[in-house]
């Protein structure tokens, strides 16, 4: 499941996902607050970036450049809110509010590069850039959000915000909000100590984010000749290949910990064996050894914990969900345990099935969680008369980003034209021009597709600059990320059905951000509520199993040939098929997190016996292991964002599988009445209205659970 990922400000504010400057992103803003400010012209973070669509000049940036930009950035911020905070003149919305919208330009440019960096193409330098970074990333931001005389002035302007326009108030009730939930008021002490908490859980998250990295760079599985190659189709073994080329090993093939490699290990490799060493270090990640994280997540609960009591919510979850879209822990448990049972039951069934088959194949053993993909695998195919690799071969990864970017084509008329002048972080990384149907100018999408051991795990959507309204028109600068694996000696990539509907998915958040169309930088694009932010993303991917899709760009890569009908027929009969097994292994997750931070005492916390006794509480089938661990859980310990919120990505799923009936209702997937309010209330909106008003103007009412569990194919056994 692919993520929104940017970092600058704290997550209250989403603002550790946004970033905002103007199109002229050297502009000097020391004239909106009296500062003076400092450009050096030997470190390229602050030099002026003739670039084109002045995108970071990466070639020019070096680890030891962000170091002294930070610095420089940080004290130009401190000038500007001090000014803010200063001002004799009464607080208004402009001299406030908008102030501060403007305010830290050049930060979050040094910032979004950074990261960008750090999780795409990073080295040991930039990593030890990074724990040095977030903890004073964090102080910077508490120290804002804690100001006291900036909560004053916007205490005042929230008491009186006559000829304020609509989206001038939601800006406004964002930011009071923010503050409020930062613990601007409370007295001295306990925002102090929220300050060190603060500092603390950035140490944490980092340490946590880092410790799986090196997990995930340090592990291959060498594949030596035709028996350990046994079972895989060839378009796996090609990436196999290309995974020990890159990694200069001396075997012919290798697998990562990639998910995009393992994975197809587990579904087709005969020897099983070498299933159980890949799954058992796929889900050791961050356990044992130097990289051990219980002892951190140990911590980081124990810390949030503490920060909820001080801010007056009885426990973590409470805290952030009180800001949320499903606004308690009760709610969004009640999503899962509804979806939870019927799972459950077909899960149990379907692993009753594969036993049998193991027996019938004369195996003396007993189902383990290293051999379910590949008895499911074969079930798959005796139940959907699918044979081995059979959709591989017509889902080309050219070929899939030239299918999203056709969808957004036909649903919101947009283009999109390659770019080689635009400055890249790796050789591999590409760019888009993204024009409206009229011409004008959206943004730049840039695309990074294939796994490296530079590069973190998994796939997200982050950017490098955010649209605004506030000084003029600003388009943003949108990038994925993912980690497929590359074909070998040229040859093109080959991907998973699980691997093009990230791709869709990916391309579903990028298109929330080069779609925006709000004045302020706060509630652009992606910012809204975490448990809202994955409708448009999971949305997205609905139209890649479309006929109209499939027909147009699912080419086999060896003849040309289009995907006939009959296997089109064949996918779509079999996108119910193991469901029980993926809604089991994440319902099981987003319900640990949910454990983990509903806690009210963690001082005691043990984190392998706390996730074995949550999982025995819900009965989680021996054979299945959670899709996220707590040692790797990245999405819940590296930062705070999806901490007790995990569950957002069903909680989205239950609107997007709506939202799409809302287009197969009238008869055509690509209806352009639709399309229209699924633009101009969704995707071009931002957070300019409460994810609530949001759906309902779209579709005319909220949503039931019925649309999700339906797709699902869990109806019947709910």
């Not at 930011?175 to 060190?196: K, N, Q």
């Not at 490699?261 to 070498?274: G, T």
């Not at 049998?356 to 993909?373: H, P, T, V, Y």
């Not at 799923?653 to 969704?682: H, K, M």
Request: hydrophobic share 40%.
């Amino acid at each position: 499941m692919g993520v929104v990922i940017k970092s600058g400000k704290p997550a209250e504010m989403r603002q550790d996902e946004r970033f905002f400057m103007n199109q002229d992103t050297n502009k000097d803003t020391s004239k909106d607050t009296g500062s003076e400010t400092s450009r050096p012209s030997d470190n390229p973070l602050l030099a002026r970036w003739d670039t084109p669509f002045a995108a970071p000049p990466f070639a020019a940036i070096a680890p030891e450049h962000f170091g002294p930009a930070f610095a420089a950035a940080f004290a130009q911020h401190d000038r500007e809110v001090a000014a803010i905070a200063a001002q004799a003149a009464a607080p208004t919305f402009a001299n406030t509010v908008a102030a501060l919208e403007r305010s830290g330009r050049t930060l979050a440019r040094v910032s979004a590069a950074f990261f960008a960096l750090v999780g795409a193409h990073s080295n040991r330098a930039l990593l030890a850039t990074e724990r040095d970074i977030a903890p004073r990333l964090t102080a910077h931001w508490d120290a804002i959000y804690m100001n006291q005389a900036l909560f004053r002035r916007i205490e005042a302007i929230k008491a009186d915000p006559t000829g304020l326009d609509a989206e001038e108030a939601r800006v406004l009730d964002r930011y009071f909000v923010t503050f409020r939930r930062a613990g601007a008021g409370l007295d001295e002490a306990a925002r102090a100590r929220l300050a060190a908490i603060g500092e603390q859980l950035a140490v944490l998250g980092t340490k946590f984010s880092q410790r799986v990295l090196a997990d995930e760079q340090g592990y291959v599985l060498p594949l030596d000749g035709e028996p350990d190659l046994a079972g895989l189709p060839e378009h796996q073994r090609a990436a196999a290949r290309a995974v020990a080329q890159e990694r200069g090993l001396e075997s012919p093939a290798a697998v990562t910990l990639s998910r995009s490699s393992v994975e197809p290990f587990l579904s087709f490799s005969r020897r099983r064996d070498l299933r159980e060493k890949a799954f058992r270090a796929w889900i050791a990640r961050g356990e044992g050894g130097t990289d051990d994280n219980r002892q951190v997540i140990a911590e980081m609960v124990r810390l949030r914990t503490e920060k909820a009591k001080l801010l007056g919510y009885a426990t973590w979850a409470d805290y952030r969900l009180d800001d949320a879209m499903a606004k308690t822990p009760a709610a969004a448990r009640g999503l899962l345990e509804k979806v939870w049972a019927p799972a459950r039951a077909r899960a149990l069934a379907d692993r009753d099935a594969m036993q049998q088959m193991i027996q019938a194949e004369g195996g003396n053993f007993k189902l383990a969680a290293w051999d379910w993909r590949y008895y499911a695998e074969k079930l798959r195919q005796q139940r959907c008369d699918i044979a081995e690799g059979e959709f591989e071969p017509y889902l080309q990864l050219d070929r899939m980003i030239a299918a999203a970017f056709e969808t957004a084509r036909r649903l919101f008329g947009i283009t999109a034209t390659p770019r080689t002048d635009v400055p890249v972080w790796h050789p591999d990384v590409r760019a888009f021009e993204i024009k409206a149907a009229d011409g004008r100018d959206l943004g730049l999408f840039f695309g990074d597709y294939y796994a490296r051991p530079s590069k973190r795990s998994g796939a997200w959507m982050s950017t490098l600059r955010d649209q605004d309204k506030l000084d003029g028109e600003v388009r943003p600068l949108v990038f994925n990320v993912t980690n497929f694996s590359k074909g070998a000696d040229g040859g093109p990539t080959l991907l998973s059905h699980d691997d093009a509907r990230t791709l869709f998915h990916e391309f579903g958040h990028a298109l929330h951000a080069l779609l925006s169309d709000v004045t302020y930088p706060l509630i652009s694009g992606t910012g809204v509520a975490t448990d809202f932010v994955e409708l448009p993303s999971q949305l997205y991917e609905q139209w890649l199993d479309t006929s109209e899709v499939l027909k147009a760009f699912a080419v086999h890569h060896r003849t040309g040939e289009p995907m006939p009908d009959t296997l089109i027929a064949k996918l779509k009969a079999a996108r119910t098929f193991n469901q029980g097994f993926t809604t089991v292994e994440y319902v099981a997750s987003a319900i640990v997190d949910l454990d983990y931070h509903s806690l009210t005492d963690a001082d005691q916390l043990d984190p392998a016996t706390f996730e074995r006794a949550a999982l025995d509480r819900i009965g989680m089938p021996d054979e299945i292991v959670m899709r996220h661990r707590s040692p790797h859980f990245t999405h819940v310990f590296a930062g705070d964002h999806y901490s007790a919120a995990y569950y957002s990505y069903m909680w989205s799923e239950v609107l997007d599988a709506d939202a799409f009936n809302a287009f197969q209702e009238t008869g055509n997937v690509f209806d352009p009445a639709t399309a229209e309010r699924l633009y101009r209330f969704i995707y071009s909106a931002g957070g300019s209205r409460t994810p609530d008003e949001a759906y309902k103007a779209f579709r005319g009412r909220l949503p039931t659970e019925e649309a999700l569990l339906e797709r699902r194919g869990l109806a019947d056994a709910a």
